[in-house]
């Protein structure tokens, strides 16, 4: 099944990413990594109504919402992770991760309430990891020598992790979890014509992905068969979401010379399936 996404946004990012809807709002958040900046909106009839911005102050690959209404945001900032609180204050929650250029990038929580973000090398090379961040603040590695920790989401139970390390391999893994441990790694799909990029699981276990350069978003069964593509009219989708049964996609005019109208606005397609909001992280500011 193919069919088409529609821009509902009039603003341009240069690396839209990681969108995510809040369900203590019925917000979506998303942000800009090079910018530095985390977004806040509202989708009404194909319209993106931005709400608000945080100047980050550096690099931001992910923003998840806290538990309590007014708690704020747990974010993948350059080398850690932090708090953002609604005012717009930054408090670092773990410093020292990353080192040089290298920085965090998309992340998710488990259904325990643990957030797990991965981090990019910069120039590529494989000393990226997959950190988890515990409800009590306290950060442990769990998987190491990667390149481009990407796309990461869980299945309902907890015992799956979906995840994506863009190169070199391009492919979508699941990975065993227990007991917050991994454990064997197997690759659903092999991921061709662009690089897998953000990732999100629908309500019946399928596996969305934005494919960098390659103008789609794919949707995946468990067992690795393609089931439907979703076409844009910009060849740089980032990452999705859901909100009901629209698929909310994010995309990015970085490193395009010539970017077609519309690279880096975010787009949104009805896809007949519906998908969760984001999880809370479990810990407090």
Known sequence: MRSRADRVSSISYRQGESPRLDARTGELVWVDIVAGRVHRGRLEDGV????????????????????????????AVRDGFAHLAEDGTVTPLVTGLTSGRDQMNDGACHPDGSFWAGSQAIPRAPRGAL???????EAATMLTGLTVANGIDFAPDGRTLYFVDTLPHRRLEAIAVHDGRLGRRCTIAEIG???????????????????????????????????ATVELPVPRPTAVCFQG?????????LGLDRPPAGSGRLYAADVGVTGPPARPWAGRS
């Open 131 to 137: 950190f988890r961040l515990s409800a009590d603040g």
């Open 245 to 253: 049964s629209t698929l909310v996609i994010t995309t990015a005019s």
């Open 193 to 227: 014509g662009g690089n897998p990029d953000g990732l999100v699981l629908d309500d019946e276990g399928c596996v969305w992905i934005a494919v960098w350069d390659a103008g789609e978003v794919r949707r995946y069964a468990p067992t690795g068969e393609l089931l």
């Open 48 to 75: 993106l109504t931005v709400l608000r911005d945080y100047d980050i102050g550096g690099p931001v690959g992910v923003a998840v919402p806290l538990a309590g209404s007014g708690e704020g945001w747990a974010i």
